[in-house]
């Protein structure tokens, strides 16, 4: 009884639809002639054609209805209504599936939303709880967009497979063909070890021309990622597991983010933004934080090892960055080329369909500024529009790198006016976003809707995020050179050590709740507090997070016994991957579903574990067969250019 009160309800809608469309006057002819043929068939006792229409279109918001089957009926075809916020970075706020008749194409149904565009925007209103106008309307018609076959596929498939066949004659080669050569040269290092004076053969010394395929061997590069790097600063153990955590926290956000997209409890949203679990959606933007703060750390560290009594020139300058470039290009190259034209064999379905075909067109125009780490300058308001959208974060990066070695360089050379030229450029920093949020009214907390502007003004720019970035310079100065009387007593004092971690977790905290009165009332801060916020809150939350994990770093063993054991020290080796991977996963799972999700934060944290499963799955396939085997092929060109150098 119930399903024929759901079909009743639902062939009432369809046929005052059929009249709304057949009485717009934008409305082309045949399209509503067709609906009206379905109207008077339906009056007329013929009901099975309107009925394939109603029981084939979706039946509320964000539900899809039965794609394959409207488009299996040579009279129907199968759209997908979509409506978006304008200039947002997320876009797409509703759809709907229709099975309508083959006659209307979509500018038909985009006039039908456009004529009745109050009552939508009243309606979009209502169910999100903000008031929105100038909404875009667009209609996608999934069964017309096919495999687009051309030079930038068969470019991207060329790619993979030169790869994969390069992994291949590795394997032949290191695993097949030259095994007996390995196990001699295998027996004569045994010998040598054991003391035994046997000399190397000179056909073990031969080096063939094809030996080079064995950096490309996947068996010999998964052995050297499941190898135990235990060498190294045991302090420093702990960033394994804190990577970990961080790069789950970045997927946690995205999944949340991209899940709203795709749920149909809509009207539930404004709850669920007051629920106090959310303020750890909201603190997800502080992973990327962390991650600059670790990028510094790390820059200074491995640098100070090198260059702290050697020169460092233009060569040397050269040859830095361009270690950077070949370590990050080639794995983010494949990821473009795999969301740019080689994911539309992968997948199905109506929302499939439109995420594939919005990806063409945004890497077709902006991938350059991706692959040449500018994505985040040079797209400005259009980031939305970006190949790889959450590439921002490897083009700020990449700005801030190159300043680094100047920076270290006068931390090293000149450390007390070292120490005040780089926290000169972090109060500029803050000073300057402090000034941005207040002129610019920026108002972006706690409310999960960005304005465009402020992603490409303040969010995604170097100038505004080079703060904590050398704020974790600072911290891998102080480790490497400074550590002093205090760091020895917080070393030897359990009880020091335990206020030192308090502290931190304490400022960590008070970052995340503080703008807890903002989830009922946007306006529980003035601007001048916004500003505060918006511009401190990042390097507080870092300076809280180092307090954590002081006593980590001047030898507490618990932290790093704990966040430094294998499961973490291996995840670590595929953070970059990871990120690189991870949006692709999410968005792959989420638009190959033909149904609405039930957005809550359990499904939510069910599904991001999912995400994150799927994601380090694929970045270890992306690690062994893409970073690995161009890491020993730059390990490789330094190694003989050092020689020749010589």
Not at 367 to 386: E, P, Q, T, Y
Not at 476 to 504: H, L, M, N, P
């Amino acid at each position: 009884m119930l399903r024929i009160i759901v079909i009743a309800i639902a062939l009432a809608v369809a046929v005052a639809a059929s009249q709304n469309v057949t009485q717009a006057p934008s409305t082309p002819e045949r399209c509503a002639q067709a609906f009206k043929e379905l109207e008077d068939k339906f009056k007329q006792g013929q009901t099975a054609d309107l009925l394939a229409v109603i029981l084939n279109s979706g039946h509320g918001a964000k539900e899809l209805g039965q794609f394959e089957a409207c488009n299996r009926n040579p009279k129907d075809k199968y759209a997908v209504m979509t409506i978006a916020v304008p200039g947002a970075v997320t876009q797409i706020i509703l759809y709907y599936g229709i099975c309508g008749p083959a006659e209307c194409d979509a500018s038909d149904y985009t006039q039908f939303m456009e004529s009745h565009r109050t009552t939508i925007e009243n309606t979009v209103s209502s169910l999100t709880g903000a008031s929105l106008h100038g909404l875009i309307f667009d209609t996608y018609f999934p069964s017309q967009v096919g495999h687009k076959i051309d030079f930038g596929t068969v470019f991207s498939i060329g790619i993979v497979v030169i790869i994969l066949g390069l992994s291949v004659a590795g394997f032949l080669y290191t695993e097949v063909f030259n095994t007996p050569n390995k196990r001699r040269i295998q027996e004569e290092k045994a010998n040598l070890e054991a003391a035994l004076v046997v000399p190397e053969s000179a056909e073990a010394k031969k080096k063939s021309p094809f030996s080079i395929l064995k950096l490309f061997d996947p068996v010999e590069n998964f052995k050297k990622f499941a190898a135990d790097g235990g060498r190294g600063d045991p302090n420093l153990r702990f960033f394994n597991g804190l990577r970990f955590f961080m790069i789950y926290w970045v997927i946690f956000g995205h999944q949340y983010m991209f899940s709203m997209l795709l749920s149909s409890n809509i009207q539930d949203y404004a709850d669920l933004f007051k629920d106090p679990f959310t303020l750890m959606v909201y603190a997800a933007e502080f992973s990327v934080d962390v991650f600059f703060v670790m990028s510094g750390f790390f820059f200074v560290f491995i640098f100070q090892r090198r260059y702290a009594k050697k020169s460092f020139g233009v060569v040397d300058y050269g040859l830095t960055l361009l270690h950077r470039i070949l370590r990050l290009v080639p794995s983010y190259g494949v990821v473009i080329l795999l969301v740019y034209r080689i994911m539309q064999f992968f997948g199905k379905g109506p929302l499939w369909q439109v995420y594939i075909q919005t990806q063409d067109s945004n890497c077709s125009e902006n991938a350059w500024a991706d692959i040449l780490f500018v994505n985040n300058i040079a797209l400005g308001n259009k980031l939305k529009s970006d190949c790889i959208g959450w590439g921002w974060y490897l083009g700020c990066d990449m700005q801030i790198f190159l300043i680094m070695p100047f920076v270290t360089l006068a931390l090293l050379r000149k450390k007390s006016l070292g120490k005040l030229f780089t926290w000169a450029i972090i109060a500029v920093s803050l000073i300057y976003s402090y000034y941005l949020v207040l002129a610019k009214g920026y108002k972006e907390l706690a409310v999960g809707n960005h304005k465009p502007d402020y992603i490409a003004n303040y969010y995604v720019v170097p100038w505004t995020r080079v703060s904590t970035y050398l704020f974790g310079a600072l911290l891998g100065f102080w480790y490497t050179e400074e550590k002093g009387a205090i760091s020895k007593w917080i070393a030897s004092s359990r009880v020091a050590q335990v206020i030192c971690s308090t502290i931190g977790a304490l400022t960590m905290y008070a970052m995340i709740v503080v703008v807890a009165p903002l989830q009922t009332d946007k306006n529980a801060f003035n601007d001048t507090q916004y500003a505060l916020y918006t511009a401190g809150s990042r390097i507080v939350f870092v300076a809280g997070l180092a307090a954590f994990f002081l006593p980590a770093l001047l030898g507490a063993k618990l932290p790093n016994v704990i966040l430094g054991n294998r499961f973490f020290e291996l995840t670590a080796k595929l953070n970059f991957a990871t990120y690189l991977i991870h949006l692709v996963m999410i968005q792959f799972i989420g638009s190959n579903s033909y149904t609405a999700t039930f957005l809550s934060h359990p499904a939510m944290v069910y599904a991001s574990i999912r995400s994150a499963a799927f994601a380090f799955f694929a970045a270890l396939l992306l690690h062994v067969f893409v970073e690995l085997p161009f890491a020993n092929l730059e390990q490789v060109f330094f190694r003989h250019g050092k020689k020749a150098h010589k």
